[in-house]
Antibody
Framework: QITLKESGPTLVKPTQTLTVTCSFS??????????VGWIRQPPGKALEWLAL???????RYSPSLSNRLTVTKDASKNQVVLTMTNMVTVDTATYYC??????????????WGQGARVTVSS | EVVLTQSPGTLSLSPGERVTLSCRAS???????LAWYQQKPGQAPRLLIY???NRATGIPDRFSGGGSGTDFTLTISRLEPEDFAVYHC????????FGQGTKLEIK
């Protein structure tokens, strides 16, 4: 059974950098084909894909946010970290980490963390 | 970018009814790589359907997905009280994009 859990600050100030950690179990990012992604959802709004990291350390980012995002992994700790720089109020959202697989036909998000609610405010 | 448009925005129905939700893509979804998720208030989304028509593990057979190309549907054959939620479609054939969601509420 795959489980994921996000942790991080609930409040960040404008211009600060957000760092959110995803701790997971039930799979290993050292194994071929495994991926972890990040998705966010502003209050009452649609889901938005942010980033994906693959078992081989390849990375993909949303084109609209790529200059602000970095995703890294520590496979030995079963953790993935998302950083987003220069936070602004519209970045207020719940940030989810998700599990997926590299095969194109399996690239949907089959497991989700509970989400980390982040508010950007001074 | 593949834009997904879901309709209607909100549906009010009663338990026991049949419902079909729509998801239309701005361009052909590669290999029909389209998924549906259910999200209840305060919870994370849950995968229901992938590959347009394949039920995820543990999903009841009252949920079914259909369509191809640019037009996709999610049908719930007989609504149960626990089915009232927000439903999101997502394509994963060309990067990843989501629809804006359809809220299914009790009438």
């Amino acid at each position: 059974q795959i489980t994921l859990k996000e942790s991080g600050p609930t409040l960040v100030k404008p211009t600060q950098t957000l760092t959110v950690t995803c701790s997971f179990s039930g799979f290993s990012l050292a194994n071929s084909g495994e991926t972890v992604g990040w998705i966010r959802q502003p209050p009452g709004k649609a889901l938005e894909w942010l980033a994906l990291i693959y078992w081989d350390d390849d990375k993909r980012y949303s084109p609209s946010l790529s200059n602000r995002l970095t995703v890294t992994k520590d496979a030995s700790k079963n953790q993935v970290v998302l950083t987003m720089t220069n936070m602004v109020t519209v970045d207020t959202a719940t940030y989810y980490c998700v599990h997926s697989r590299w095969s194109p036909s399996l690239a949907f998000f089959d497991s989700w963390g509970q989400g980390a609610r982040v508010t950007v405010s001074s | 970018e593949v834009v997904l448009t879901q309709s209607p925005g909100t549906l009010s129905l009663s338990p026991g009814e049949r419902v079909t939700l729509s998801c239309r893509a701005s361009q052909t979804v590669i290999s029909n790589f389209l998924a549906w998720y259910q999200q209840k208030p305060g919870q994370a989304p849950r995968l229901l359907i992938y590959g347009a028509s394949n039920r995820a593990t543990g999903i009841p057979d009252r949920f079914s997905g259909g369509g191809s190309g640019t037009d996709f549907t999610l049908t719930i054959s007989r609504l149960e009280p626990e089915d009232f939620a927000v439903y999101h479609c997502q394509q994963y054939g060309d990067s990843y994009t989501f629809g804006q969601g359809t809220k299914l509420e009790i009438k």
